[in-house]
């Protein structure tokens, strides 16, 4: 509690009060009604004095301290109020550099790793056979394909495939080699009293059966380049191998297969077609 310095109308209130009693005691003699004081006129205003100052101190205290309470209060509220604001702020900051963090996360190259099986061609492998007729092929041995493991590094830029590089190759299952025997036994001529038959012109156009399928099989193969050597040692649009157009009776028609016709060439492929089916070609599956 706050006490404030007397003001000057208490102290002469006061003091009216001290001498009203002063009065009071001096009169000394008298009875009891005589000597009992009197309240004067001056005394009364004196004592109003000291109360309606007392009452004025002890208002001017509450008010006082009800002010000190409002400003307390005032002050502990913006208090409150100012510390949303900062935490705000600071969270600002904070959200920006994990929104900066993520941009940059999802710009960085992913390497992944994938690794495919793939198929391995035979070749086919011809053999002479004098116990065969010229001209006449047998499949001795049937070709196997082989396995082939890849491993391969994709680089992913943003959940796209930007580029892919092969890391290893490694053989599961080596392919086995087709053998063909290639008759070379000559016939015996018949006799005859005739003159010798003029001989037989050579082939120029063959068996062209199941041509759309090979139209199919050489677009996958060679993108239907009936004439196309590479140098990869498989030659025309069924790319054939030098010794399997051979084994198959291709000289007949040309040296190689891309210098035969599209006719030659489908002819010779019903030929081997007609032994091994479709497992010679990689492209089998385009046949339909």
């Known amino acids: 509690m706050n006490f404030r310095t007397p003001t000057r109308s208490m102290t002469v209130a006061a003091a009216a009060v001290v001498a009203a ?34 009452s004025a101190t002890s208002s001017s205290t509450t008010s006082s301290s009800t002010t000190s309470s409002s400003t307390a209060a005032k002050a502990t ?31 960085r190259p992913v390497l992944k790793t994938v690794v ?27 070709g196997v394909a082989g396995t082939q493991k890849v491993t391969l590094t994709q680089t992913l830029l943003q959940g796209r495939i930007s580029n892919v590089v ?29 003159t010798q038959a003029p001989a037989t012109p050579k082939a120029t156009g063959g068996n062209t059966s ?9 677009q996958c193969e060679s993108g239907g380049n009936w004439s196309i050597n590479t140098g990869n040692g498989y030659y025309g649009g069924l790319q054939f191998a030098q010794g399997t157009w051979a084994a198959m009776g291709g000289t007949a028609f040309a040296p190689r297969a ?17 032994q091994a089916g479709l497992q010679p070609w990689g492209c089998a599956h385009a046949a339909g």
């Not at 002063?22 to 309240?39: E, F, K, R």
């Not at 409150?80 to 999802?106: D, F, G, L, N």
């Not at 891309?258 to 007609?274: E, G, P, V």
């Open 21 to 54: 009693l002063s009065l009071t005691a001096c009169g000394g003699s008298g009875d009891t009604a005589a000597n009992t004081p009197v309240p004067t006129s001056s005394t009364s205003s004196a004592a109003s004095s000291i109360s309606s100052s007392s």
């Open 116 to 142: 495919e099986h793939r198929v391995l061609a035979f070749d086919v492998v011809s053999r002479k056979d004098s116990s065969l007729a010229k001209g006449t092929t047998k499949v001795v041995q049937r």
């Open 166 to 194: 092969v890391a290893k190759r490694e053989t599961v299952q080596q392919p086995v080699n087709e053998v063909v025997a290639v008759g070379t036994k000559v016939a015996a001529a018949a006799p005859s009293r005739t």
């Open 258 to 274: 891309d210098l035969a016709s599209r006719a030659q060439q489908i002819t010779i492929a019903n030929k081997l077609y007609a």
């Open 210 to 218: 199941n041509a759309g399928m090979w139209d199919r099989i050489a």
């Open 77 to 107: 509220t913006s208090k409150a109020v100012a510390k949303p604001s900062a935490t705000a702020s600071a969270a600002a900051p904070a959200r920006a550099s994990q929104s900066t963090r993520a941009a940059r996360s999802a710009a």
